[in-house]
Nanobody, 124 residues
Framework: QVQLVESGGGLAQAGGSLRLSCAAS????????MGWFRQAPGKEREFVAGISWGGGSTYYEVSVKGRFTISRDNAKNTVYLQMNSLKPEDTAVYYCAAAYDFSSIASIAEYDYWGQGTQVTVSS
C-alpha cells in the first residue's frame, strides 16, 4: 500500500515557476515508477511526466518538455515536478501516481496509487 500526498500548488503568473512535491508513505517507494498527471476543467486527465524507479529514465509530454523537470529522492520517499516558464494552459489539478509494473508510463491504467491532487493556476 502506498499513500501519496501532493503539495506545492498555487497561483503563478505566466512565465513563472512552481515546484510540486509528492510525499509517499511505505517502505517500497523505490520499487515504483512515478508519474505526474493533470486534469483541466472539462478535460480528461493527461500524462505530464514520469520517472523510473531508480530515477535513471524520465519521460515528458511534448508540451512540457524543456519546461518541466521530474525528479525523485528515494531516501525521502518524494517525487518532484519543477515547472518553469508556466503558461495559462498549464492550469489544472496536478496528480502524482505510482506504478509498480508498467509497459507504458504515460498510461493512466498502469498506475496503482494516486494522490488527491493539488491545484495549479497560471494567470496571463
Amino acid at each position: 500500500q502506498v499513500q501519496l500526498v501532493e503539495s506545492g500548488g498555487g497561483l503563478a503568473q505566466a512565465g513563472g515557476s512552481l515546484r510540486l512535491s509528492c510525499a509517499a508513505s511505505g517502505r517500497t517507494f523505490s520499487s515504483y515508477a512515478m508519474g505526474w498527471f493533470r486534469q483541466a476543467p472539462g478535460k480528461e486527465r493527461e500524462f505530464v511526466a514520469g520517472i523510473s524507479w531508480g530515477g535513471g529514465s524520465t519521460y515528458y509530454e511534448v508540451s512540457v518538455k524543456g519546461r518541466f523537470t521530474i525528479s525523485r529522492d528515494n531516501a525521502k520517499n518524494t517525487v518532484y515536478l519543477q515547472m518553469n516558464s508556466l503558461k495559462p494552459e498549464d492550469t489544472a489539478v496536478y496528480y502524482c501516481a505510482a506504478a509498480y509494473d508498467f509497459s507504458s508510463i504515460a498510461s493512466i491504467a498502469e498506475y496503482d496509487y494516486w494522490g488527491q491532487g493539488t491545484q495549479v493556476t497560471v494567470s496571463s
